[in-house]
């Protein structure tokens, strides 16, 4: 079946600094990515539509110039997380529409560390 | 807006018993998708079913089966005979149209513990 792969699956990184997680549909082409962060314990929450070739939706509440999203081709969605802080660590997940109704991918996740 | 509702937070039985975890969604639009999904320890979400509107049988998938019911806009999820491999926390979500591309609401998620 379809596979949405993310990297890295887990990164720790110091206050401060950026850090860019990837995000690839390896057998499909998708004009349309999503990204998800999840605190602990808690649910899935959009952050941001990523569409292929032009700029991101971002949801209510999220910065868009703290997290930059770049879908620069029709396999590849980048989130980099700028100026990163602690409050910023979370699970960060992706999802990708296939273009066919009601199917939709996920990426394995990545778990973000602010020291 | 588009809503999904997992009342139960935290789930605990004993190995074996039959389990429901319960999802109550609200929607205007009259076509939409609806989804169940595992969350292992480990991180990543395991598509476990996808319903659309206008589909109301029930499915059975092994031990596993979902009950859809537009009436109530409920879609449970039942494991028969539970077993601890099937702790995890469980999502359900209703996707919501958006420029042509689907995105997903999810509900709060349902922590599920089978204890031996």
């Known amino acids: 079946g379809a596979v949405v792969s993310q990297h890295p699956s887990w990164v720790i990184c110091k206050s401060g600094t950026s850090v860019k997680i990837e995000c690839r549909s390896l057998d499909f082409q998708a004009t349309t990515m999503f990204w998800y962060r999840q605190f602990p314990k808690q649910s899935l929450m959009l952050m941001a539509t990523s569409n292929e070739g032009s700029k991101a939706t971002y949801e209510q509440g999220v910065e868009k110039d703290k997290f930059l999203i770049n879908h620069a081709s029709l396999t590849l969605s980048t989130l980099t997380v700028t100026s990163a802080h602690p409050e910023d660590s979370s699970f960060y997940i992706c999802s990708a529409d296939s273009g066919i109704v009601g199917e939709l991918f996920f990426g394995e996740g990545s778990r973000l560390t602010v020291l | 807006a588009q809503k999904v509702t997992q009342a139960q937070t935290e789930i605990s039985v004993v190995e074996k018993e039959d389990v429901t975890l319960d999802c109550v969604y609200e929607?205007?639009?009259?076509?939409?998708?609806l989804f169940w999904y595992k969350q292992p320890p480990s991180g990543e979400l395991v598509f476990l079913i996808r319903r659309n509107s206008f589909d109301e049988q029930n499915e059975i998938s092994g031990r596993y089966s979902w009950n859809f019911q537009k009436s109530t806009s409920s879609f449970n999820f039942t494991i028969t005979a539970s077993q601890v491999v099937d702790s995890a926390v469980y999502f359900c979500a209703l996707s919501e149209r958006g420029r042509g591309a689907q995105k997903l609401v999810f509900g709060q998620g349902t922590r599920l513990t089978i204890n031996p």
């Open positions: 929607t205007r639009d009259t076509t939409y998708y």
